[in-house]
Structures are given as C-alpha cells and as structure tokens.
C-alpha cells in the first residue's frame, strides 16, 4: 500500500485533525459505554466491588496527590495519630504492608518532616515514631480533602440509600471475613 492510500484510509475525507480528535473521542465514548454495560457470566460482585474500590482509590490517590501524601503514607500518618507512636512493625500491620516496604514509607514520610523517629528508652534496639505538628498539618489537610470527596459521592444518594450501602457493605465484609 502506498503512503497516499495508507494516509487515505487513516485520515477522514475532511476535516483534518479536529475531524480525528472527534472522531477518536466518539471511540472512546463508545468504549467506555461498552465498559459500562459489560455483565461478566460469573463473579459479577466481585467485578463491582472491584471497580467501585478502584474508582474510590483513584479519587483518593487524586486528593492526595495534591498534599504530597501517597494512601499508604496516610495510613502511617493515621496510626500514628491514633497511636500516639508506635514502632515500624506495628506500623506495618496497621497498614496491612510488609515491614520492607514500611521502611521505604517511613524514609519518605520521614524525609518530608512528617514523622520523627526516637530510640525507646529502655527496649535496646527499639526505635519508636511519631507525628510531627507539620505531619500532623499535612495529615489533617488530607483528611478534610478525603472527607470532601466522600460527601460529595454522599450527596449522590437519599439518606436510605446510603444507610442502606453502608449496611450492606459492612454484613458483606463480615461475610467475606468468615469465608
């Protein structure tokens, strides 16, 4: 094929780029309208709580993004907050991470002046962490942020809609726990 007949049958008849731009966003909305409409054969619950929790998190990596703050670094932060201090293998089971990987958040939280970290007295090799008042500035500031992305999915359903998925939500996690 030539270039002339490959350009051909790759550009539209007319119109130039803004006519490939439409073009190429009517595709993407027949795709995702696609995607919306797609009912797996089997496993559909937990094809939905899998997307709704991807969503959620990509929203919440959004709003945290914009306070320098990953949603595992938050984690730390809100343990630590609720903890008072605590030490990295605590931390780690708090956040459901490996006490690998909280070394590499504890750096980093502890890089940005968030956290600070302290021998235990009397526990040998021990080392306890804390928050910071900057940590506990950033930890706050990303909390109304989440909270605010949370009433605003919240405004989206009556008072008996939400009741009702927070309910249903909790019974299935307790379900789910027990399998």
């Known amino acids: 094929m030539s270039t002339a007949t490959k350009r051909a049958t790759l550009l539209p008849a007319s119109g130039g780029r803004s006519a ?9 909305e027949q795709v995702r309208a696609q995607e919306a409409a797609y009912r797996p054969a089997s496993g559909y619950l937990s094809w939905l709580l899998t997307r709704a929790n991807r969503e959620l998190g990509r929203q919440i990596d959004r709003v945290l993004d914009e306070v320098d703050l990953t949603e595992a670094q938050y984690g730390v932060l809100q343990a630590l907050i609720h903890l008072k201090s605590a030490s990295s293998a605590t931390l780690a089971r708090s956040v ?3 006490p690998q990987a909280m070394v590499g958040l504890v750096a980093a939280l502890e890089r940005k002046g968030y956290i600070a970290r302290t021998s235990h007295p009397g526990a040998g090799r021990v080392i306890t962490t804390t928050v910071t008042a900057m940590g506990q500035e950033a930890f706050d500031t990303a909390k109304r942020r989440i909270r605010s992305l ?3 999915v919240r405004r989206t359903l009556t008072d008996e809609e939400y009741d009702l998925v927070v309910q249903k939500l909790e019974k299935l996690s307790t379900i789910i726990s027990e399998v």
């Open 20 to 28: 490939r731009r439409a073009k190429a966003v009517a595709e993407a």
């Open 96 to 98: 459901q991470v490996t």
């Open 150 to 152: 949370e009433r605003n």
